[in-house]
C-alpha cells in the first residue's frame, strides 16, 4: 500500500512538474525590444501592430512611414555588434539571405533570442507573421493580417488560373544582366499569374544572361523592375524583333511589392498578374 501511494505520489509530482514547465512556455512574456535586420521584417512587425517595439533596423527598412525614424545599425555590409549590445533587444529578427553569417552566429553567441525571417514560399510570409506575433504579444492582429493576406493570394490564384499562358521574361539586374528562375521568390509569383517564365529552367535561381539569351527564348512580355540602374542599363526598343518589344509589352514594376518577402507581397502579384493580362490583350488586338 505504501508503495502505490508513493508512486502516485511520485506521477502526480511529474504531471506538476510537466504542468508547470507548460504554462511557464505559455506565459512568457511578449518581446518589448526588437531589432530588425531587414525591410521586409520590419513590414511585418508594422502589419502586426508591433511596430513601436522595434529600436533599430538597417538602411533599407523605408516602409511605412515611421520606419525611417528608427535607429539604423547596418545593411547588406554588415552588423554593428556593439550598437546591438548597447541597445540590449530581447529579439533580433535576422534574415538568413541577406545578413552577414558571421553576424547572425555572433549574435546568438552572445546569447541573444534570435528569430531568422527568410521567407522562400509565399506563404513563409503569413507563418512568419503569425510567429512574430506570438512573440510580441500580437497574435491575434497577427492571425487576421496573415489571413488576410493568404486570402488575397488564393484569390489571384484563382483569378488567373484559367488564364493563357504567356512567355514572361523578368529583368531583375541590369548590368550584368540578370533574370530568375525555378524556385525563385518572383516565379511562384509569375506562376499565379499564368505566366511562363523563358528562364525557368536555368542552372541557378539567379543567372546571369544576354540580350542573345533574350532574343532566342522570344518573350512575350518583359517585367523589368523600376531601380533607375536597372531600367537605364538596357533599351529594349533597340530589339523590335522581340515579340515582348514589337507588341508594346515592356512594363515597369515595384521592386519593394515584388522583391521584399512582406505584407505587401499581394501587391506586387497582382502588379504582375496586370502586366500579363495586359500583354495577353494586346496579343489578341495584334492577331485581330
Not at 54 to 65: G, L
Not at 127 to 152: D, W
Request: proline share 5%; charged share 20%.
Amino acid at each position: 500500500m505504501k508503495i502505490l501511494v508513493a508512486m502516485t505520489q511520485w506521477v502526480s509530482g511529474i504531471l506538476l512538474l510537466a504542468l508547470t514547465s507548460v504554462n511557464a512556455v505559455a506565459q512568457e512574456a511578449p518581446v518589448k525590444r526588437i531589432i530588425a535586420l531587414s525591410p521586409h521584417a520590419v513590414e511585418m512587425l508594422f502589419a502586426i501592430g508591433a511596430g513601436e517595439q522595434i529600436v533599430a533596423a538597417t538602411d533599407h527598412a523605408d516602409y511605412p512611414k515611421q520606419a525611417l525614424d528608427i535607429p539604423r545599425i547596418g545593411g547588406y555590409y554588415g552588423v554593428v555588434i556593439e550598437k546591438v549590445l548597447a541597445l540590449k533587444p530581447d529579439l533580433i529578427v535576422t534574415w538568413g539571405d541577406g545578413n552577414k553569417s558571421e553576424d547572425i552566429e555572433q549574435l546568438k553567441k552572445l546569447g541573444f533570442k534570435v528569430f531568422d525571417s527568410s521567407p522562400k514560399a509565399l506563404d513563409d510570409v503569413a507563418v512568419n507573421m503569425i510567429s512574430l506575433g506570438k512573440l510580441t504579444g500580437h497574435e491575434q492582429q497577427a492571425q487576421q493580417v496573415a489571413e488576410k493576406y493568404r486570402q488575397q493570394i488564393n484569390g489571384l490564384q484563382q483569378k488567373y488560373a484559367e488564364k493563357l499562358p504567356i512567355k514572361v521574361f523578368y529583368q531583375l539586374w541590369g548590368r550584368p544582366l540578370m533574370t530568375v528562375s525555378n524556385n525563385s521568390w518572383i516565379e511562384q509569383i509569375i506562376e499565379i499569374c499564368h505566366g511562363q517564365n523563358v528562364f525557368a529552367n536555368s542552372w541557378n535561381e539567379y543567372p546571369q544572361i544576354s540580350t542573345e539569351n533574350v532574343l532566342v527564348t522570344k518573350p512575350q512580355v518583359i517585367l523589368q523592375s523600376n531601380d533607375p540602374s536597372n531600367l537605364d542599363a538596357v533599351n529594349w526598343l533597340n530589339w523590335p524583333e522581340i515579340p515582348a518589344v514589337e507588341m508594346n509589352n515592356v512594363f515597369v514594376m515595384n521592386a519593394d511589392y515584388l522583391h521584399r518577402a512582406g505584407p505587401r507581397t499581394p501587391l506586387g502579384v497582382a502588379q504582375v498578374c496586370n502586366a500579363l493580362q495586359k500583354g495577353r490583350q494586346h496579343i489578341h488586338s495584334s492577331v485581330e
